[in-house]
């Protein structure tokens, strides 16, 4: 299975190595190091690297790459859902999972690692087992285990390990008892010149904080059920009913987890809810170009779009620019050509604008091609595939939880060309 694992950050330098079977040595992110060198971007470094005796298998999150070495065949999916897993195992553990978190609480790492695998396979994944095996680090526990020698090391197994539902620990109680959940989803477009969709897909998650006293049986219903496809569940759901009624009935975990993730693909018409009108032109003859975006919003229900992120990286020729904002802040960094404009909130009643000229070098001639333009959004209380929960039922305990549903839509690669 999984023999090591190398933590990298932005700039190169491998700051934590953590090994299962044997110690397979640094030199072996020679490769890896080739393939991000090739990358444009961080996120395009390929997802599997082969080398002549290993394989190298990453995920990129929080400006860290999380890179396990393989040596024998295991499927790709299932070494990155473990990777992935381990990162949120880390954010639960410490707020934030960075390289500053990861160094201060290194001992915790370790100790989390070496109860995650089990000589290179997966033991214990479940957040509420490992805290009853690892104690989440504290100040008071840490300066005690700094006096007293002691470690974050449970004395006794956890009690959910044993049981039938092993992602929940026995004997839990609140005296506010209320679970919310969390419809996330993220919006991938590409929008043409003329502003029709070239491509379009949404890709939702649903997250939960369930804080529910003893062992409670939840069901969720939705509206349009069958609007989900690529539906990927936590191992809590009971995958019979879904299929059979389109209804989760679940045993929840204790505190934060995804219940689940799923696709949403452009044959169901996914709604755009932004458009850009552009006009960005450049003379072959003229060291001046125009450059015009305006922004605004389409088919949101009335929901506010705030959040509002325009970037665009201009051609090599550009030189300068001097432009005017209707709303927000914009930056244009001359070095990388890389023009930022911070939007803000939407009001559909005046519309926000970037208008200006460009600066061009003399004797270049005209780009090749326009800029593309990327978009950064959020739409809270909307979910823009149409999703909604019908109802959230509780069986199983006496007493009556606070419920509480919230939806979201945000840009994930959202791309207009101009």
């Given at each position: 299975?999984?023999?090591?694992?190398?933590?990298?950050?932005?700039?190169?330098?491998?700051?934590?190595?953590?090994?299962?079977k044997?110690?397979?040595?640094r030199s072996v992110?020679?490769?890896?190091?080739?393939?991000q060198?090739?990358?444009?971007?961080?996120e395009?470094?390929?997802?599997?690297i082969?080398?002549?005796?290993?394989?190298?298998?990453?995920?990129?999150r929080?400006?860290?790459f999380?890179?396990?070495?393989?040596?024998?065949?295991?499927p790709?999916?299932?070494?990155?859902?473990f990777?992935?897993?381990v990162?949120?195992?880390f954010?639960?553990y410490?707020?934030?999972?960075?390289e500053?978190?990861?160094?201060?609480n290194?001992?915790?790492?370790?100790e989390?690692?070496?109860?995650?695998?089990?000589?290179?396979?997966?033991?214990?994944?479940?957040?509420?087992?490992?805290?009853e095996?690892?104690?989440?680090?504290?100040?008071?526990r840490?300066?005690?285990?700094?006096?007293?020698?002691?470690?974050?090391?449970?004395d006794?197994?956890?009690t959910?390990?044993?049981?039938?539902?092993?992602?929940?620990?026995?004997?839990?109680k609140y005296?506010?008892?209320?679970?919310?959940?969390?419809v996330?989803?993220e919006?991938?477009?590409?929008?043409?010149?003329?502003?029709?969709?070239?491509?379009?897909?949404?890709?939702g998650?649903?997250?939960?904080?369930?804080?529910?006293?003893?062992?409670?049986?939840?069901?969720?219903?939705?509206?349009?059920p069958?609007l989900?496809?690529?539906?990927s569940?936590?191992?809590c759901?009971?995958?019979k009913?879904?299929?059979?009624e389109?209804?989760?009935s679940?045993?929840?975990?204790?505190?934060n987890?995804?219940?689940?993730?799923?696709?949403?693909?452009?044959?169901?018409l996914?709604?755009?809810?932004?458009?850009?009108?552009?006009?960005?032109?450049?003379r072959?003859?003229?060291?001046l170009?125009?450059?015009?975006?305006?922004?605004?919003?389409?088919?949101?229900?009335?929901?506010?779009?705030?959040?509002v992120?325009?970037?665009?990286?201009?051609?090599?020729?550009?030189?300068?620019?001097?432009?005017?904002?209707?709303?927000g802040?914009?930056?244009?960094?001359p070095?990388?050509?890389?023009?930022s404009?911070?939007?803000?909130?939407?009001?559909?009643?005046?519309?926000?604008?970037?208008?200006?000229?460009m600066?061009?070098?003399?004797?270049?001639?005209?780009?090749?091609?326009?800029?593309?333009?990327?978009?950064?959004f959020?739409?809270?209380?909307?979910a823009?595939?149409?999703l909604?929960?019908?109802?959230?039922?509780m069986?199983?305990?006496?007493?009556?939880?606070?419920?509480?549903?919230?939806?979201?839509?945000?840009?994930?690669?959202?791309?207009?060309r101009?």
């Amino acid at each position: 299975m999984i023999h090591s694992l190398f933590l990298i950050n932005a700039s190169g330098d491998i700051f934590l190595e953590k090994h299962w079977k044997s110690a397979v040595s640094r030199s072996v992110c020679d490769y890896f190091f080739e393939a991000q060198e090739r990358a444009s971007e961080a996120e395009n470094v390929p997802p599997v690297i082969p080398t002549p005796h290993h394989c190298l298998l990453s995920v990129y999150r929080h400006k860290i790459f999380f890179v396990a070495v393989i040596q024998s065949e295991v499927p790709p999916l299932f070494v990155i859902e473990f990777l992935h897993r381990v990162v949120d195992t880390f954010q639960d553990y410490f707020g934030v999972c960075s390289e500053v978190m990861i160094k201060d609480n290194v001992v915790v790492v370790y100790e989390v690692l070496e109860e995650m695998l089990d000589n290179g396979f997966p033991l214990a994944t479940e957040s509420n087992i490992l805290k009853e095996l690892i104690k989440p680090p504290t100040i008071l526990r840490t300066v005690v285990n700094t006096i007293t020698g002691s470690t974050n090391v449970g004395d006794q197994l956890p009690t959910g390990q044993l049981s039938v539902v092993p992602w929940r620990r026995t004997g839990v109680k609140y005296t506010n008892n209320e679970a919310y959940f969390d419809v996330i989803e993220e919006i991938d477009a590409i929008i043409d010149k003329s502003g029709s969709t070239i491509t379009a897909e949404i890709q939702g998650v649903i997250d939960a904080c369930v804080k529910l006293t003893g062992m409670p049986d939840l069901t969720l219903s939705f509206m349009n059920p069958r609007l989900l496809d690529d539906v990927s569940f936590h191992p809590c759901v009971r995958f019979k009913r879904w299929e059979s009624e389109r209804i989760l009935s679940f045993i929840p975990p204790d505190g934060n987890f995804r219940l689940l993730s799923y696709h949403v693909s452009a044959q169901n018409l996914v709604a755009i809810p932004v458009y850009v009108k552009h006009n960005i032109s450049f003379r072959d003859s003229s060291s001046l170009g125009r450059f015009e975006i305006t922004v605004g919003p389409k088919q949101t229900m009335g929901k506010t779009i705030e959040g509002v992120m325009v970037t665009s990286q201009m051609p090599k020729g550009v030189l300068n620019m001097s432009l005017t904002p209707s709303q927000g802040t914009h930056i244009f960094d001359p070095v990388t050509k890389l023009l930022s404009w911070d939007v803000g909130k939407i009001n559909p009643q005046k519309l926000p604008s970037l208008k200006g000229s460009m600066n061009l070098q003399a004797g270049t001639s005209k780009p090749d091609e326009n800029p593309t333009i990327n978009l950064q959004f959020k739409i809270q209380q909307l979910a823009i595939s149409g999703l909604k929960v019908n109802r959230l039922d509780m069986y199983g305990e006496k007493y009556k939880p606070f419920k509480g549903i919230k939806y979201m839509t945000k840009a994930g690669k959202f791309q207009v060309r101009t």
